[in-house]
């Protein structure tokens, strides 16, 4: 990326709180860096030296089970961080970090955040409201891939998906990302067949409609029913 880094810090949805002081330090020990869609930001079990905030583009989390399965525990898009609370814990990275599209992140040293954050108050609320929010929807998609109805966690998935970065157009809500089959079954914590099978059903009954881009859900309102039901 051409922008200084200040300008990112700015407008990232993470850190554009700062008071101007607070960010001009952070810009002093933080970098840009760019990853290539399929490319790795860190893996399971690595040392979390470096704490990731993304800036554009969009990363899945993967953790693989002790059965041998990975599952997608979440999308994560701008502004949010990947991998801090290991960071912050000195612990290994408890999942691996993916681009699933081309990306950009903020990428700021431990040591060096850890030494910031005793000094910026501002940095401390910024990163505490994005966490809290990051832990209550993890713990929420334990909950979603461990119970309920197959059709019932695809049907939760587009609707979220949706939620968060749906395109209004007048034959529905088009989702801008692209998911094979396998990563609709991490996703959902089933099988690639299972989901190939789903996908193809609701493109007939034209719930979710697969295109080179993304999805194209014409009613949102009749999966949020599916999950309610």
């Not at 961080?81 to 990275?93: K, T």
């Not at 408890?94 to 990306?103: C, L």
Request: hydrophobic residues 45%; contains cysteine; neutral net charge.
């Amino acid at each position: 990326m051409s922008f200084p880094i200040e300008a990112v810090l700015r407008v990232n949805p993470l850190y554009r709180s700062l008071s101007e002081k607070d960010r001009k330090r952070l810009a002093e020990a933080a970098q840009l860096r760019s990853f290539a869609r399929g490319e790795t930001l860190f893996a399971e079990g690595d040392p979390s030296e470096l704490l990731h905030t993304i800036v554009d583009g969009r990363v899945k989390l993967v953790k693989v089970l002790p059965i041998g399965r990975e599952v997608i525990l979440e999308i994560l898009g701008p502004g949010d961080p990947v991998g801090a609370i290991a960071a912050l814990q000195s612990r290994p990275y408890p999942a691996t970090a993916v681009a699933i599209e081309p990306a950009s992140c903020i990428l700021i040293r431990s040591a060096a955040f850890f030494h910031l954050i005793e000094t910026c108050p501002s940095l401390v609320r910024g990163l505490l409201v994005g966490l809290s929010f990051r832990l209550i929807q993890l713990t929420q998609r334990i909950a979603e891939v461990s119970g309920s109805r197959v059709e019932v966690r695809f049907a939760r998935l587009f609707a979220k998906l949706a939620e968060r970065m749906g395109e209004p157009r007048e034959t529905g809500v088009f989702i801008p990302i692209s998911l094979s089959r396998q990563d609709l079954a991490d996703l959902t914590g089933t099988t690639i067949e299972t989901a190939i099978r789903i996908m193809s059903r609701w493109a007939k009954e034209g719930r979710v409609l697969t295109e080179k881009e993304g999805f194209l859900v014409p009613d949102v309102e009749a999966l949020a029913a599916m999950e309610e039901g």
